[in-house]
């Protein structure tokens, strides 16, 4: 009588298993976010930005992005007569020289994204050449 063959197909091993499902909690979340697009900021004219020029309502322009500092001014290290002027205003050359020719740190323009609120489609930043806050 000839021998019967029986194919076996080979078992998945347990730890084949696992790896597949940590790869798949790896790859799923990823592939979430690059379907969820970042929500665009809204577009602000200089006209409205104009509008938010006192301390407790304080926007400004810098680098082509909007800012509320409104919270923020209380706690500003520098004197308010320095800062205050700048609000509904572009502010980018204040912002670069501190009104005396120094750069705000690294860690000041990470804390200043925290208060983005839109994109400044106003007048071009001020230049060096436009000469100083006077
Ligand atoms: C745009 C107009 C502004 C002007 C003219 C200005 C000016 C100044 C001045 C005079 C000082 C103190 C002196 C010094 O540290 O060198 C200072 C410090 C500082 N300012 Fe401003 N500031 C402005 C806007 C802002 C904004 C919008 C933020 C953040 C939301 C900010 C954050 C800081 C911080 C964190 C410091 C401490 C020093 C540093 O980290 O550079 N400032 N600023």
Same mark, same amino acid.
């Given at each position: 009588m000839p021998s019967t063959r029986r194919v076996r197909s080979t078992p998945r091993r347990p730890w084949e298993t696992t790896a597949f499902a940590l790869g798949a909690l790896l790859i799923l979340p990823l592939a979430a976010q690059a379907d969820d697009p970042a929500p665009s900021l809204p577009v602000i004219t200089q006209e409205e930005l104009a509008?938010? +020029?006192?301390?407790? +309502?304080c926007w400004k322009a810098i680098h082509g992005k909007v800012y509320d500092i409104s919270e923020y001014l209380p706690q500003h290290a520098g004197p308010p007569a320095m800062v205050e002027p700048w609000c509904g205003r572009e502010a980018t050359e204040a912002w670069e020289t501190? %009104?005396? %020719?120094a750069a705000h740190s690294d860690a000041a323009r990470t804390l200043l994204e925290d208060y983005l609120i839109g994109i400044y489609e106003g007048e071009p930043e001020a230049t060096a050449a436009d000469g100083q806050q006077d």
């Open positions: 509008q938010h +020029d006192q301390p407790e +309502d501190k %009104g005396y %020719g």
